[in-house]
């Protein structure tokens, strides 16, 4: 299998719910498989998005760095940028342009990228504060501990993925994007935005390579309870969306 046909990821995100923040993969190793990609390091702390080989990571003091090889995931995604689909599109909401896509295209089985790159009327995102030591907090309460930041008119480049229903718990299933400013200052986890002008790209995948912390033995060894996984998922990836 073509490596562009495969979505790679590290962790999943029902790891994520009972506070499994330990860092577990080096950025440097999740280069290895994509040039683009989101994901968190270690602690929670902070919303990571790759673009064109390069990780940066936005703090809940708005501040945004380069990460080096040597910093750890608990959990993220890459994948080499081969659009199989793009088209330009202006003055569309992110409801909207969602919808669309998945109207136009028949990908509500499938994972596929999404990237934007143009200038956002608005943008709303959020990055949450989780920069405790162990033992960390759930997911949901540091979900309630998080910054919003606002811009408007801001160039930069969305890239996310969608996942089908069906993964819900090893993925966020729908929709999961984060963004990052062309000049590197602003970004995070999206919430909402209103597309002023860009090229929107698809990339469908055949093939999931999932990587799992084997070697962690808090993972092999965790008694996770999935009754509630559902909700508090969807709960953390939209909050601050009111």
């Known amino acids: 299998m073509d490596k562009e046909d495969t979505l790679y990821q590290h962790g999943t995100l029902a790891l994520l719910v009972p506070g499994l923040f330990k860092g577990t993969l080096t950025v440097g190793e999740l280069l290895k498989h994509g040039d683009y990609g989101i994901g968190s390091v270690e602690g929670l702390d902070g919303e990571l998005t790759v673009v064109d080989g390069k990780g940066y990571l936005v703090k809940s003091d708005g501040k945004v760095t380069e990460v080096g090889p040597e910093e750890t995931v608990p959990f993220a995604n890459a994948h080499y940028d081969r659009e199989t689909d793009k088209y330009q599109r202006t003055n569309i909401t992110k ?14 089985n499938i ?44 160039p930069g480049t969305l890239v996310g993925y969608y996942s089908p229903e069906l993964f819900q718990g090893v993925a966020s299933a ?36 999932l990587h799992l912390p084997a070697h962690d033995s808090t993972y092999r060894k965790f008694e996770f309870d999935y009754d509630e996984t559902d909700e508090i998922i969807k709960g953390a990836e939209g909050s601050g969306n009111n």
């Open 111 to 154: 994972f596929f990228a999404v990237k934007i790159t143009g200038t956002f009327k608005s943008i709303k995102t959020r990055v949450v504060n989780g920069n405790g030591k162990p033992p960390y907090k759930t997911l949901a309460q540091t979900a309630l501990d998080q910054s919003i930041f606002e811009a408007e008119n801001m």
């Open 174 to 209: 729908g929709y999961h994007v984060h963004f990052i400013s062309d000049d590197h200052t602003f970004g995070g986890h999206i919430l909402d935005y209103e597309l002023a002008d860009g090229k929107v790209s698809l990339q469908r995948f055949e093939s999931l390579d």
């Open 95 to 108: 409801n909207d342009l969602e919808t669309e896509i998945l109207k136009n295209h028949d990908y509500q």
